[in-house]
């Protein structure tokens, strides 16, 4: 994936109150990190960070923290959560982190996270790229490693190839279940209780593109 750089992206991320730094330092700690002392629920790949931001204000009781490895998207969460804030609303409850989510164990302690939302994550077409798939075996295995027992990952994608490769990894990982799937979210009425869509769902549903959505948890 190519993005474009933006100049000061760097120095408005080291400034930035919403975002972690030296996120390692806080493995253990996450409960001080924040206001209050409740479930802690990830996105990796968070883009812009509209999913969380909605999220954020629809669960306060409900901690969010949002990682995205490229300094241009994450600027564009900052700017768009200062703009919210600017207009009242206050996100306590939600943190970024300009992190590689390979890095995942060392950050969080086992049991610190309690849900993980994977949104529209880039399908890295190529056969020798699977492993960066955030769906792969490899990357469920470093979500077991900061998950409990019972804690479950949420995953939506337009992409059926990557849909069905993913379907595929959870059934072949240890400890891991699917516990629901669907080709096409949108006409799914159970699946579709409580969705917050993101952005890249809203335009793709709207010109008649079917989401698909995977559940699956996790047990030790």
């Not at 080291?14 to 730094?21: A, H, N």
Request: with cysteine; proline share 5%.
């Amino acid at each position: 994936m190519r993005l474009r750089n933006i100049p000061g992206a760097q120095d408005a991320i080291l400034e930035s109150p919403y975002v972690v730094q030296e996120p390692q330092t806080k493995k253990g700690h996450w409960t001080e990190v924040f206001e209050k002392k409740q479930p802690l629920h990830i996105e990796v790949g968070m883009g812009k960070g509209r999913f969380l931001m909605d999220l954020a204000r629809l669960h306060p009781e409900i901690n969010y923290v949002g990682i995205e490895m490229y300094d241009s998207v994450l600027l564009r969460a900052l700017q768009k959560r200062e703009e919210l804030e600017e207009k009242g609303e206050v996100y306590s409850n939600l943190f970024f982190m300009r992190v590689d989510a390979r890095l995942l164990p060392e950050i969080f302690e086992k049991g610190e996270a309690d849900k993980i939302y994977l949104n529209f994550s880039d399908p890295w077409p190529k056969a020798r790229h699977a492993q960066r798939r955030l769906t792969s075996r490899e990357f469920l295995a470093r979500y077991s490693q900061i998950l409990p027992d019972g804690a479950t990952v949420e995953f939506k994608t337009d992409n059926k190839g990557l849909f069905e490769f993913s379907l595929e990894e959870v059934n072949e990982s240890e400890g891991w279940k699917l516990v629901a799937h669907t080709f096409d979210l949108h006409h799914q009425e159970d699946m579709m209780e409580g969705n917050v869509m993101t952005e890249y769902e809203e335009k793709f549903s709207s010109v008649g593109n079917p989401i698909c959505k995977l559940i699956a948890v996790f047990h030790e």
